[in-house]
């Protein structure tokens, strides 16, 4: 679960960090944010990610413990 707040956390700040890019007339700093809102999405991919392989494990290993019952 926590997993989850950590991605919609990370989600969440991208967009700030966008809509604060887009709201600035400074180019630098613009582009800074755009910077920081592309590493957030990339966080939040990562973190997406992992919870997924870990998930994929946790059923392949449940599957193993079936067969081996059987």
């Not at 707040?5 to 600035?24: D, H, I, S, V, Y």
């Not at 966080?43 to 449940?62: E, N, P, R, T, V």
């Amino acid at each position: 679960m926590k997993m989850v707040k950590e991605t919609k956390f990370f989600r969440k700040e991208a967009e700030k960090a966008e809509r604060m890019a887009l709201a600035t007339s400074d180019e630098e700093a613009s582009q800074s944010l755009s910077n920081l809102a592309q590493a957030y999405r990339s966080q939040a991919d990562a973190l997406k990610k992992s919870k997924k392989l870990k998930k994929s494990k946790k059923i392949s290993g449940k599957k193993a413990q079936l067969k081996a019952k059987k």
